[in-house]
T-cell receptor, first 114, second 113 residues
Framework: EPEVTQTPSHQVTQMGQEVILRCVPI?????FYWYRQILGQKVEFLVS????????KSEIFDDQFSVERPDGSNFTLKIRSTKLEDSAMYFC????????????FGNGTRLTVT | GQQVMQIPQYQHVQEGEDFTTYCNSS?????IQWYKQRPGGHPVFLIQ?????EVKKQKRLTFQFGEAKKNSSLHITATQTTDVGTYFC?????????????FGTGTRLTIIP
């Protein structure tokens, strides 16, 4: 079965550094997402992406965050200047867009900001 | 913004006991999806409920959508150690072609063997 793949699985970075988290959504999916989960907490919506542009973003997704689909397969989340509170698991997800279709999540990237 | 609350936050049960988690919203939900997240894993889709009063079963799991579409529940009969994880409900919203899932706060289930 096709999967959403994310790299790296774990990223450690120093505060103030830029990080890029990478995702390859399932090939026939139309909507792409980034979600964040701080350890032990709920899964929080960051941003949705459709037709090569952001369709919705949450209040968490401030100017430090950006997303890109640089080619037909990759979908990236960039954090420009990381803060300690950005430490979390970041999940990429994609969905076909049909009425009954589920969200498919990648395995996540654990970001640790020191 | 829209908040979907789940209770309880944690549940410890003896293996073989039943388990129920409840999902509540102050506003009418368009539809509900349920996901399971194993420890250290990612959320995995279980089911979607759309119709008022809908009940769906998957083996030992029973999912219900309230008549007013403001609440939902997941009931597991005779829990097994493989049921360990966090169960999230999520509202799926479609708005002018934009699809979004808003997750509930989750219920973490631990099983005492």
């Amino acid at each position: 079965e096709p999967e959403v793949t994310q790299t790296p699985s774990h990223q450690v970075t120093q505060m103030g550094q830029e990080v890029i988290l990478r995702c390859v959504p399932i090939s026939n999916h139309l909507y792409f997402y980034w979600y964040r989960q701080i350890l032990g907490q709920k899964v929080e919506f960051l941003v949705s992406f459709y037709n090569n542009e952001i369709s919705e973003k949450s209040e968490i997704f401030d100017d430090q965050f950006s997303v890109e689909r640089p080619d037909g397969s990759n979908f990236t989340l960039k954090i420009r200047s990381t803060k300690l509170e950005d430490s979390a698991m970041y999940f990429c997800a994609s969905i076909v867009g049909r009425e009954d279709s589920p969200l498919h999540f990648g395995n996540g990237t654990r970001l640790t900001v020191t | 913004g829209q908040q979907v609350m789940q209770i309880p936050q944690y549940q410890h049960v003896q293996e073989g006991e039943d388990f129920t988690t409840y999902c509540n919203s102050s506003t009418t939900l368009s539809n509900i999806q349920w996901y399971k997240q194993r420890p250290g894993g990612h959320p995995v889709f279980l089911i979607q409920l759309v119709k008022s009063g809908e009940v769906k079963k998957q083996k030992r799991l029973t999912f219900q959508f309230g008549e007013a579409k403001k609440n939902s529940s997941l009931h597991i009969t005779a829990t097994q150690t493989t049921d360990v994880g966090t169960y999230f409900c999520a509202e799926r919203m479609t708005n002018f072609g934009n699809e979004k899932l808003t997750f509930g706060t989750g219920t973490r289930l631990t099983i005492i063997p």
